[in-house]
């Protein structure tokens, strides 16, 4: 009977689950390494308003709760950033995804006018999600200041 040239099939077979086995984890380091980084920021040229939706993505207009900025992709809310303008304060500000506002991803800054965080757990946006911005808590600041949601595309 013939046999075709090279290992067997049974061979082949195993060799290649090895090199898969010793090659998988180096890849997936590799893929999460490589996911795009990308930011989402909103100014209010004003001094900050207490419980409220001021922030405007790029035309000046107030975006209301429910209303924003629609992620394209899978996206994880790794981090924010927050930079004030004039005089040093208190400031604190919250993510609202699709509508709801999220606890424990904020900003808060205290006697500072910039400041960043990271998330322990990054906030996961489906496709078609919602991003705005609130304002928890005033400052005597005047404008622009510029709230950034910082995410890794999924």
């Known amino acids: ?9 049974n061979e082949s ?11 998988l984890a180096r890849l997936s380091v590799y893929l999460e390494e490589t996911k795009p980084i990308f930011p989402v920021w909103a100014e209010e040229n004003a001094a900050l308003t207490a419980t409220t939706y001021q922030w405007a993505f790029g035309n000046g207009a107030n975006t209301p709760s429910g209303s924003g900025l629609v992620l394209p992709f899978r996206a994880d809310l790794f981090g924010m950033t927050l930079m004030l303008t004039g005089a040093t304060s208190r400031a604190e500000v919250q993510i609202e995804k699709d509508g709801v506002l999220q606890s424990g991803y904020t900003i808060n800054l205290v006697n500072s006018n910039i400041g960043t965080v990271d998330f ?23 404008g622009p200041n510029v709230v950034t949601a910082w995410f890794r595309k999924q």
């Open 1 to 9: 009977m013939w046999q075709p040239e090279g290992p067997a099939p």
């Open 13 to 23: 077979a195993e060799r290649l689950a090895r090199f898969l086995d010793e090659n």
């Open 120 to 142: 322990f757990r990054p906030l996961e946006f489906s496709r078609g999600s919602v991003l705005n911005f609130y304002t928890v808590s005033q400052s005597n600041t005047v």
